[in-house]
């Protein structure tokens, strides 16, 4: 899915957020060099994730600060990390335990605090206390269990802080319906906005149930052509891959893969790409 221009606001509107959550009061420079960057964008053939990733890596280096979210991401691993018991025992409570599952994974994905959407923690439990009640407005829930069963190798790509909690739960569902499968657990390759990085699906525990991998590359989300080679074996190798998040349904959209794509519609250009309206949950699979 190619760059829409609805985005470009919501760029440089996140770029002015984190300037000024850092504390950088003298923006020119780092402005000159995000629109120098954008007059040279390829709007044809690159990504929206691939296009924040590149402008994260200008925000560091002007700013000095090579992690700004790394408090925040801090804060939600280890607030959600405190909550997983609480969500398993609804889960495993529930009438449809793995599909209930993917519900919380896929309500995870609200957990976006970058400046962009910059979600309220009441509204993250307003929608998992709507979880019995609200369905998927895309379900393809079955036929992803049915491939699980059978599968070798999963690939399980990952998205933001305090989510990564709520992939770990599902993580574990899918390992409890195959335990001989080979489950692979992809972070982003460095620091960029709130998403997850290696160091947190260590902190979680993901490693339990999962290896842990790095892509290898500093995008929003898996931007193949930039992720590094042992990234791209274990991609090609894998019998599912499962996407989390808007970035990842904007890189990976239009491959011809086995891929089931987790995700709240928070925006509507993603909405509207898909078919569905705003704020609905989507386990999609890749026609």
Known sequence: MKIQEKCLPCIVNQVLKVANMVGLTDKDE???KVFVYLSKADFKQATTPELIGDIFEILKQETG???PYKETRDHYNSMFLDLIPTYEQAINEADEPFLMAIKYAIIGNIIDFNPIHNTLLSDIENCFAMANTETLAIDDSKQLM???QHA???LYLGDNCGEICLDKILVKKLKELNPFCDIYFATRGSAVVNDSIEEDAYFVGMDTYASILSNGDHSLGT??????K???NIYHKADIIIAKGQA???C???EKRNIYFLLMTKCVVIADDIGVAEKKMICKKQQ
């Open 30 to 32: 780092l402005l000159k």
């Open 65 to 67: 600060n090579d992690d």
């Open 146 to 148: 049915e491939d699980v």
């Open 152 to 154: 070798r190798t999963v």
């Open 223 to 228: 931007v193949l052509h930039k992720t590094s």
């Open 230 to 232: 042992e990234f791209q």
């Open 248 to 250: 990842n349904y904007e």
């Open 252 to 254: 990976l959209s239009n």
